[in-house]
């Protein structure tokens, strides 16, 4: 085939990003450092957060604030099946349950009513996830957890940069973004962690470097006091200035990253309105400004088994395509765990079977974009 293989994603790395990571590699000081505490500083500037957390991977951060709060058996999560692993992982290895709440059909993500439903005398903590670039519809959930007095943590893993009624999601409470190599920013892998609550950053700035009593880099002393303690067991999730850096200097240009993402979408939208079988989310009602993590569409042919079908056609066609993502229930250790008592989720296994990823990075044109759209034309027509 003449065309080169197009991806679902590629990461967007300028000159820029590869000197500063470069300038670090010389510098002599390549673990956690001043990029990483600069890294932590633009997040705060940028979300209007008090206290920004760095650290090797969102899942990473996501352990933390369980550990943290002293998730453990007998306690529930409530949280989307509609979302990537880690997060269930993660409640299920600390011996605490997961509570799976369905989702709207159009947007993928979970409603304050849903969430209210599945609140019991265990509940310990929610987890609502913004989906592809969207925001939650935050302030009837940020309502029930304070009235409920659960402590709710945003999974803003796809929302750098995303407005939620003109306010960065982040701004208020607990989030988590994510730097791994897909996503908007990346920093290869990398996570970060943003809050109001100081007792709670410097909880998990102890934890994130094996609980010493002081920060893995003290920015006076250019180095790490001798001295410190442990002062409760920790972990090793530093995130390392050659990773924080590349982060940084992407972050610097993430306005201009989110603006060709939003425009490859609305070219992408406009190309798919005459095809009845290509569903793509619908984006939420309330007042927002979207950062275009992701492009999903929802193949709905009739045949539920196509989906996997169109993926392989697209990828004959020299096209990548991503699922994103299938509900955790359906994975074969949580299928096999709730055999006895399935969870009852319509529109979460409706788009599981369905949902599709096209491909949507910065680097991409609109002819790369017109390439996929003909493509399936030509999957659909040969169906």
């Known amino acids: ?75 529930e ?34 409603t304050a ?31 029930l957890a304070r009235e409920k007095s659960i402590p709710l943590l945003e999974d803003a893993a796809h929302a750098l940069g995303c407005l ?4 960065p999601v982040g701004r208020e409470g607990d989030a988590i973004f994510s730097l791994q190599a897909i996503k908007n920013v ?16 410097a909880t998990l700035r102890r934890l994130r470097f094996h609980g010493l009593g002081v920060d893995a880099y003290d920015r006076k002393s250019q180095g790490r006091n001798p001295q410190a303690e442990v002062v409760e067991p920790g972990f090793k999730y530093n995130l390392p200035d050659m990773c924080a850096v590349l ?27 005459s095809l009845p079988e290509i569903k793509p989310l619908v984006p939420p009602a309330w007042d927002h400004q979207h950062c275009w993590h992701l492009f999903v569409v ?11 079908v169109f993926i392989e ?19 074969k250790y949580y299928r096999e765990a709730l055999a006895s008592n399935p969870p009852q989720l319509p529109e979460t296994e409706w788009n599981s079977a369905r949902i599709c990823s096209l491909p949507l990075f910065p680097d991409m044109s609109f002819e790369d974009v017109d390439r996929v759209v003909t493509a399936i034309r030509k999957v659909l027509r040969e169906r």
Request: proline fraction near 4%; charged fraction near 20%.
């Open 298 to 308: 929802r193949v709905d042919t009739g045949d539920v088994d196509f989906r996997n």
């Open 164 to 167: 939620y009624k003109g306010i």
């Open 113 to 143: 009513d849903a969430i209210g439903r599945a609140i019991t005398a265990r509940t310990r903590l929610i987890i609502p996830v913004h989906f592809a670039g969207a925001p939650l519809d935050l302030d009837p959930i940020r309502a």
């Open 1 to 75: 085939m003449s065309e080169t293989f197009l991806p679902f994603c590629r990461p967007s790395v300028s000159d820029d990003d590869i000197a500063a990571v470069v300038d670090v590699l010389r510098s002599g000081w390549i673990t956690t450092g001043p990029q990483c505490a600069e890294l932590e500083k633009a997040f705060c500037e940028r979300t209007g957060a008090a206290h920004a957390v760095a650290m090797v991977s969102a899942t990473a951060a996501m352990h933390l604030y369980l550990h943290a709060l002293g998730i453990g058996p007998g306690d």
């Open 313 to 331: 056609k697209m990828k004959a066609e020299n096209i990548g395509c991503g699922i994103h993502f299938r509900a955790v229930h359906e994975q």
């Open 247 to 273: 982060g940084l200097s992407q972050y610097r240009r993430l306005d201009a990253i989110n603006a060709k993402r939003a425009a490859l979408a609305a070219h992408y939208r406009q190309a798919l309105a």
């Open 186 to 201: 990346t920093s290869a892998e990398g996570g970060v962690l943003v809050t109001n609550n100081a007792e709670l950053a």
């Open 77 to 110: 999560v409530i949280t989307p099946s509609l979302t990537w692993v880690s997060t269930a992982n993660l409640i299920t290895l600390l011996g605490a349950t997961p509570v799976y709440v369905d989702i709207d059909r159009d947007n993928l993500m979970v």
